[in-house]
């Protein structure tokens, strides 16, 4: 049938379902749509739940009226299921709710709150960094999100780390030693109050100084080098330096100590300074106490060696004498007599009487007499020059 040969009716019922042929389409397109958004929605839920359930602190949301609609498995441990509660209902620390009630107005306020709190969870004091932000659109405010990050261990490793620089603080503070701390410029960060004493500055003054400050010019520039050098190398330094505090001159054996940071690098240098005066001072009088020794032992060997001299000439004469001589020491007992002795005396070999007694040839007055009045007066006269 030609389209002149339909009738209106027939025209009108085509036209119709041409109308609802597309309608359909459309509404097939749309659903196709609508269903495509509910799955990219659904994908979208599923890795922010995903997200949210792996966060490893406790992370929640409260909507306007102050209630949990979102909460993740730590704020669960935390504090049990809270979908539908109130901060009064959930919170474990009565103390702590006041804070809670007050960061949450805040924030519903359009603040952005951050603070740090403490709570009993689980039987157990802990430390929690909160943060607090409203969830709006525009001008619309659909409710809260927070976070609460457990930094107990942090704290408890602040607290630890305060107690040890207090200890090792005082023990700076009490030592009589001279310990300082210097940046890589060699400017002062710290002195304890034995340097303080020495240098004769507050040691709240002592802060800030460079070496050029406190030291003389070549001093100074010899102690930055060595500090550098420190810096570079991390090797430990140990040197005895003189120094003079007023009128004052100091021996001091100086150390110097790299000290790093976590990653190794060296921060900064300590110097530790102890006074080694009174042993520099026993050192020089014992090189001095050395010295005059060794002196007088040149001397004494010079007079031995003369002696030593004399004694051969007066033996070689005595050897060749028709004379009798002999020697004897302060117990009276023989250690020379020459060939001209010996023969006057009916010996024949000096060793035979040698160490023997002069009382076997002498009676026992004359040699008294001969020690008394010959040879006391020799050694005296000796002994004075």
């Not at 009088?285 to 001299?309: C, I, M």
């Not at 000096?350 to 160490?355: K, L, M, N, S």
């Amino acid at each position: 049938m030609r389209d002149q040969d339909k009738t209106r009716q027939q025209l009108i019922d085509e036209l119709d379902g041409l109308r609802r042929r597309k309608r359909n389409a459309e509404l097939e397109h749309i659903d196709a749509q609508h269903r495509q958004t509910e799955e990219e929605l659904a994908k979208s839920k599923a890795i922010l739940t995903a997200a949210v359930e792996c966060l490893p602190f406790d992370f929640y949301a409260l909507d306007t009226d102050g209630r949990y609609i979102l909460q993740n498995a730590v704020s669960r441990r935390y504090f049990g299921d809270a979908v539908g509660k109130t901060a009064e209902e959930v919170c474990p620390d009565e103390e702590a709710l006041a804070h809670w009630l007050e960061g949450n107005r805040r924030a519903l306020a359009g603040a952005r709150v951050e603070q740090e709190t403490q709570l009993q969870v689980a039987g157990e004091h802990r430390h929690f960094f909160s943060l607090l932000a409203p969830i709006q659109n525009g001008g619309t405010l659909y409710g809260i999100l927070g976070v609460n990050v457990d930094i107990t261990a942090r704290k408890r490793a602040e607290e630890a780390l305060r107690e040890s620089e207090a200890r090792y603080r005082a023990l700076a503070e009490s030592t009589t030693d001279i310990i300082y701390i210097l940046d890589r410029k060699g400017t002062l960060v710290y002195a304890n109050r034995a340097a303080s004493q020495w240098i004769g500055i507050p040691c709240n003054e002592l802060a800030g100084k460079r070496q050029a400050d406190l030291l003389p010019p070549e001093v100074a520039q010899a102690h930055v080098k060595r500090i550098e050098r420190v810096f570079a190398t991390g090797e430990v330094l140990e040197r005895d330096e003189q120094f003079y505090f007023g009128p004052e001159q100091v021996w001091l054996r100086v150390h110097l100590l790299p000290l790093r940071d976590e990653t190794g690098q060296v921060t900064s240098v300590m110097g530790l300074a102890h006074n080694i005066t009174e042993r520099k001072r026993a050192e020089e009088a014992l090189r001095k106490a050395h010295a005059e020794l060794e002196k007088k032992v040149q001397e004494r060997t010079a007079e031995l060696t003369t002696a030593n001299k004399e004694l051969a000439i007066f033996r070689k004469f005595a050897d060749t004498s028709a004379q009798g001589f002999s020697m004897a020491d302060l117990d009276g007992h023989i250690t020379y007599l020459n060939p001209a002795l010996c023969r006057i005396l009916g010996e024949e070999n000096a060793e035979d009487v040698i160490g023997k007694h002069l009382s076997i040839h002498f009676s026992e007055e004359t040699s008294r007499r001969t020690l008394v009045q010959v040879v006391v007066p020799i050694l005296e006269r000796q002994s004075d020059e």
